[in-house]
């Protein structure tokens, strides 16, 4: 055929667009991440991918010839007991409570007297942080083929259908490479698998740390002549850690391990296809955070169950397809109950950096936007079922520390904001950590702090640290309850067995605490219960009565009531004394004081903490604010008059790009609080300026937008991003008890940019299941299956401010509901 020249422009920009699709194995859905290049070495945060299966995780770039990988294991932590032998989870000596008592009395004191109702520091009463710790890597494994440096036809993604990243390429002689790599989460391994359309070059795999300053250099030997095996101490003293690594192959493959002083190596020659699976573990044990075990936190080395585990995972008789096949069969099922669309059209010619780069706010781009929604699903999937919840890192960290030391205050509770709503069975680890590692040396601190002998309180962290950490008035130990998530797993699984063997026990040893930390308010004199000292999270002044706690209080004093009967208990002492403190105690809910209840707010005061709206959202005390049960005996508030308030008090707060942090979670914090209040503008402006300014190419969420390539990495925007979407589209918020119709708000908040979208398998606490689907901006049908074993509750579906549905569950109902 004759081509002119226009022809041939057209053929050439044809295979330019061609070169610009997506790989044909991206997922036709568009459910997955891009990419055209290898990430940068130096923008890990940025631009490389996480794979985890909660025990295990890491990060890679999508290296060719050679591949770089960060290795985690979840518990590989330094600080602790482990490091310190005295270290006691930043509490005072035992010696010391007869004068913590005296002092907290004094400064108790100090604050009703105070004639602003505030003091400056409560100094005597806080320890040193101690060997608070961090999160830190494990060290990283480089994949080495003798192959060209010249590659061609090059792409990386993660497919987000299968939890599986990939990376192919051509070299020079015209061969083709894949590569994929994944953990698995019934095999507890993660596996990372190549292959060519050739025999492969002879591929090396070795340990490297020199990239991270502060590990020490492990010790890498042959386990067997086809697996190494990593020793190491996070610090030294510390923590003890071990991988085993073993490659396996198919093909005429030789495999040899070569022992090279403590840098061990693996080769593999000859192979048509080899993978090298790896396990990890460490010797720190949750359960050994209590008196029984000294607080040692301290279990067997990880060797022996780590050999067990290699000969069942890693054996030669498990093909790499059947450990593929598992793989992606497990994380389905624990995806697939729930889906949402957003009537997107996938981008398959737009690689995901360039889409996150054009991305800006209020103008939106479904596509991207749900992308961005499934990958929060994916990150907590792949983080959060291990031993431990995810971190502030959630399971992925680049170095042997991390600025915050991946601490869990809030930060651990806006991981889990979605999961239940969502359908996603992962949250238990979440609780068994609250268990095992707050609630025991917890006791002590109320015992030593508070002078008070039931109950417990945390102040933070992962080696038990529950007292109040650092100095003066820099308010960083808010000792809020936080059992939002306890009194949630029961309330949308209804699981009694569950509830009478952890949720009850948790939910009761942090109220018997605050039943006692409640004291009269002796500085208004108005009759109430508040506690004192307080602050909000991460601000002062340090005073009485603070907004967040009392919410918060208030609300698990309801979940005990609405709980008592599941829970088995006869305590009814117990019930009834938290029903008397429950009606004399503040609420804390004072419009005009918005964060405290002495008036010290500050209209300009554009804080990153929404602390006072706790109960806008995630909580209910002023979302579903009831004035014959919440009004005290100075204030008589409607339910709107509340609303108003906590809107008045969101403008005020800003856009979260005040000067104290620029970050990502506080954008969605007030996406979700905008969605609460059916503010579709204010709420998508949030969710999308959360996106513009903090989303990076990689989707991780960064903290302060023109870091550099490598900013502070924090996952908490990651897991705030699609809870406050959804609360833009489905609201189920908790009532103060079961007499009080649950309402179901659909579209409450729905932007113009989703004309057209549905819902499939949405949780809605009472043990229901909620499909729903809408089009031209409106609702089309509610569908409804009520669980077997239910406690019957009035509930009512609201559109647009309407009663559309009401009606009393059953066990086994279904409701359907069509809108004309
Ligand atoms: C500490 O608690 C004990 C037992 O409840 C009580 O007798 C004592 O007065 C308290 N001490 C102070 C200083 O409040
Ligand atoms: C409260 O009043 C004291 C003086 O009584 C003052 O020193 C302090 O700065 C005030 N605190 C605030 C937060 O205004
Ligand atoms: C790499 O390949 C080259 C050329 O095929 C060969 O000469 C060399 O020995 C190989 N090196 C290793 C370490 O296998
Ligand atoms: C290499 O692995 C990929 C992914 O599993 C597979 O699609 C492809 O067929 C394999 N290629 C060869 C030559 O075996
Ligand atoms: C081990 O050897 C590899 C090369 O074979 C090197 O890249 C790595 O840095 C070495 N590791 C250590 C801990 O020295
Ligand atoms: C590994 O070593 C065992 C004995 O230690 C031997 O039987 C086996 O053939 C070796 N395998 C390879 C792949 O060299
Ligand atoms: C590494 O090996 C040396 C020499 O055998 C040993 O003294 C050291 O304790 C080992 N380190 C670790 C972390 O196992
Ligand atoms: C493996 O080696 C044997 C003997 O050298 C040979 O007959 C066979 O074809 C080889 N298989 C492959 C897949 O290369
Ligand atoms: C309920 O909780 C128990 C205890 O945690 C657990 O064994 C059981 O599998 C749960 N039931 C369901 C239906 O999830
Ligand atoms: C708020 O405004 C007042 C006066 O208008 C000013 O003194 C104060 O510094 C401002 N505070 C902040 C946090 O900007
Ligand atoms: C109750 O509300 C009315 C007006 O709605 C107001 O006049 C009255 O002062 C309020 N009472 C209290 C105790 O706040
Ligand atoms: C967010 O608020 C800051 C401070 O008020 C302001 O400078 C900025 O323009 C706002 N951003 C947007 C997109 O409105």
Request: net charge negative; aromatic share 12%.
């Amino acid at each position: 055929m004759f081509c002119t020249r226009w022809c041939t422009l057209l053929t050439v920009a044809l295979v330019m667009l061609l070169v610009e699709a997506a790989p044909s194995a991206f997922p036709s859905s568009g459910n997955g991440l891009w990419y055209t290049s290898p990430a940068d070495a130096d923008a890990w945060s940025s631009e490389w991918l996480p794979i985890g299966n909660g025990y295990i995780a890491a990060t890679i770039p999508g290296g060719t010839v050679q591949e770089t990988m960060h290795v985690n294991i979840e518990s590989l932590w330094w600080g602790g007991p482990m490091q310190d032998p005295s270290y006691n989870g930043g509490n005072q000596l035992p010696s010391q409570q007869a004068a913590m008592a005296q002092d907290m009395q004094m400064y108790r004191q100090s604050i009703f007297e105070s004639p602003n109702g505030t003091i400056d520091n409560i100094e005597d009463l806080m320890t040193d942080a101690g060997a608070y710790g961090s999160y830190s890597t494990a060290g990283v494994f480089l994949t080495t083929l003798n192959s060209t440096d010249t590659v061609s036809n090059y792409f990386r993604w993660l497919d987000l259908d299968a939890a599986v990243a990939h990376t192919q390429w051509t070299d020079e002689s015209g061969n083709s490479y894949f590569r994929e790599q994944f953990c698995s989460h019934p095999a507890e391994a993660c596996v990372q698998y190549v292959n060519s359309t050739g025999i492969l070059p002879s591929v090396t795999y070795a340990l490297s740390v020199t990239q991270e300053s502060g590990l020490p250099v492990p010790n890498v030997t042959c386990f067997d002549n086809s697996t190494l095996m990593v020793r190491g101490l996070v610090n030294d003293p510390g923590m003890t850690y071990e991988v085993l690594a073993r490659v396996l192959a198919s093909g005429n493959a030789s495999v040899a391990c070569t022992p090279s002083g403590s840098n061990a190596t693996l080769t593999v020659n000859g192979a048509q296809e080899a993978w090298l699976m790896w396990i990890a573990g460490t010797n720190y044990d949750m359960y050994a955070g209590n008196s029984a075990s000294g607080f040692s936190f301290a279990g067997p080395d990880p060797h022996d169950a780590l050999t067990a585990l290699l000969t069942t995972v890693a054996a030669e008789s498990i093909s790499y397809e059947q450990l593929l096949a598992a793989h992606i069969s497990d994380y389905t099922a624990l995806m697939s109950p729930f889906s949402l669309d957003l009537g997107q059209t996938p981008d398959l010619s737009t690689p995901t950096d360039q889409l996150e780069a054009a991305y800006q706010t209020n103008v939106g781009n479904p596509y991207f936007e749900w992308v961005l929604f499934n990958y929060g699903r994916y990150l907590l999937a792949s983080s959060a079922r291990g031993t431990l919840p995810p971190n502030l890192q959630g399971k992925w960290v680049e170095t042997w520390s991390t600025i915050w030391g991946s601490d869990s205050n809030i930060n651990i509770q806006m991981n889990h904001w979605f999961a239940e709503m969502t359908n996603m069975d992962v949250v238990l680890p979440l609780f068994d950590y609250i268990e095992n590692t707050w609630a025991p040396r917890g006791e002590t601190t109320a015992q030593i702090l508070y002078n008070i002998s039931r109950g417990w309180v945390t102040h933070d962290e992962i080696f038990g640290h529950t007292g109040m950490k650092l100095e003066g008035n820099s308010a960083q130990w808010a000792d809020y309850p936080v059992m939002i998530h306890v009194w949630d797993h029961y309330d949308y699984t209804g699981n009694k067995t569950w509830f009478q063997q952890q949720g009850w026990p948790l939910l009761k040893g942090v109220a018997e605490f605050h039943l006692d930390k409640l004291i009269p308010d002796l500085h208004f004199n108005d009759s109430t219960l508040v506690t004192a000292p307080c602050n909000s999270p991460e601000q002062v002044p340090i005073t009485f009565g603070c907004a967040h706690a009392q919410q918060l209080i208030w609300q698990l004093f309801n979940a005990i009531e609405k709980g008592y009967e599941a829970s088995g208990d006869t305590d009814t002492a117990f019930l009834e004394e938290v029903q008397a403190k429950r009606a004399q105690m503040d609420k804390g809910i004072h419009i005009g004081s918005w964060e405290w209840k002495v008036d010290m707010d500050s209209p300009n005061d554009t804080h990153r903490h929404l602390s006072h709206l706790i109960g806008l959202y995630p909580g209910y005390a002023i979302t579903s604010y009831d004035p014959s049960i919440q009004n005290g005996s100075s204030t008589n508030y409607t339910k709107n008059d509340v609303l108003t308030a906590a809107e008045t008090s969101l403008y005020h707060r800003g856009n979260g790009t005040g000067p104290d942090a620029d970050a990502g979670w506080e954008k969605a914090w007030r996406a979700a609080c905008w969605a609460q209040l059916a503010n579709a503008s204010e709420f998508y402006f949030e969710l999308s300026y959360t996106i513009e300014r903090n989303i990076a190419p990689n989707l991780f969420s960064v903290y302060a937008p023109g870091s550099g390539p490598d900013g502070i990495f924090q996952i908490d925007a990651n897991f705030g991003y699609p809870a406050a979407l959804l609360n833009g589209l489905l609201q189920a918020p908790d009532v103060a008890s079961y007499s009080i119709p649950l309402v179901v708000t659909v579209l409450p908040a729905l932007p113009s940019v989703w004309p057209s979208g549905s819902i499939k398998g949405a949780r809605i606490r009472g043990g229901m299941t909620l499909d729903l689907e809408w089009t031209g901006g409106k609702p089309t049908s509610v569908n409804i299956q009520v669980d077997e074993d239910i406690t019957a509750r009035p509930v009512e579906i609201v559109y647009g401010g309407d009663v559309v549905a009401s009606f009393t569950t059953s066990g086994g109902m279904t409701k359907s509901i069509t809108f004309s």
